[in-house]
């Protein structure tokens, strides 16, 4: 029971262009929805969150975007830089339980 | 360095056995979260641990368990292993209940042979 998907295991994008990795969730009771990122042989790092109150939060180059109706999250990586090749996970809480998606393996070519 | 620990880093043993994870959180957390990271799957969240309570339980099975010990260190317990648990294993810590940031360990791979 996948309550949160990826649907895009990989992604790949010209540095200095934007990058959107896209997340869809099928529980209408998730009240927080995260990004985190992680790099091989490290454990995922946090990068940005969003309340399921809001439609948009903003943190330098990364911008996360919901849409409530359509259940679907986006995040929004603008300029991409070599740095940012990671696998990007989406996330989704209710109450203390967290949901996963597969992830996106996001590569940026210099 | 997120300042979780997670010992072993590796993990290789047979089928049938039980072996023991462990994970420092970080200096102040009292939340530890266990997730299971299978070949091609997300994270799946498995336990949830708040001041030596648990507090929230996913999809982990009964051949599994684990515990918060009072100097807020955690262990999870993997007991008649078979091929299909191979996976990585994380440990994440945050200050409270649901907190929206964690911060999680490097991992602990596990192969069952």
């Known amino acids: 029971d996948q309550q949160v998907k990826q649907n895009s295991p990989s992604l790949s994008v010209q540095e200095g262009r934007i990058s959107i990795l896209n997340c869809d969730y099928t529980?209408?009771?998730?009240?927080?929805f995260l990004w985190y990122k992680k790099y091989p042989a490290e454990g995922p790092t946090f990068l940005i969150s969003?309340?399921?109150?809001?439609d948009k939060n903003e943190d330098g180059r990364f911008t996360v975007f919901l849409n409530k109706s359509a259940k679907h999250l986006s995040l929004h990586i603008v300029p991409s830089q070599p740095g940012d090749s990671a696998v990007y996970f989406c996330?989704?809480?209710?109450?203390?339980?967290?949901?996963f998606g597969t992830g996106t393996s996001l590569t940026v070519i210099p | 360095d997120s300042g979780v620990t997670q010992t072993p880093k590796h993990l290789i043993t047979a089928t049938g056995q039980r072996v023991t994870l462990r994970c420092s959180p970080r200096?102040?957390?009292?939340?530890v979260y266990w997730y299971q990271q299978s070949l091609d799957q997300g994270l799946q969240f498995l336990i949830q641990y708040y001041n030596g309570e648990e507090r929230a339980k996913g999809n982990i099975l009964e051949r599994f368990s684990a515990q918060q010990f009072p100097d807020l260190h955690s262990e999870l317990n993997l007991s008649s292993l078979e091929l299909g648990d191979s996976a990585l294993y994380f440990c994440a810590s945050s200050v409270g209940l649901g907190d929206t940031e964690a911060f999680f360990g490097q991992g602990t791979r596990l192969t069952v042979v």
């Open positions: 996330a989704a809480r209710t109450g203390n339980q967290f949901y």
């Open positions: 529980n209408s009771m998730f009240d927080y």
């Open positions: 200096s102040g957390d009292l939340s």
């Open positions: 969003i309340s399921s109150i809001k």
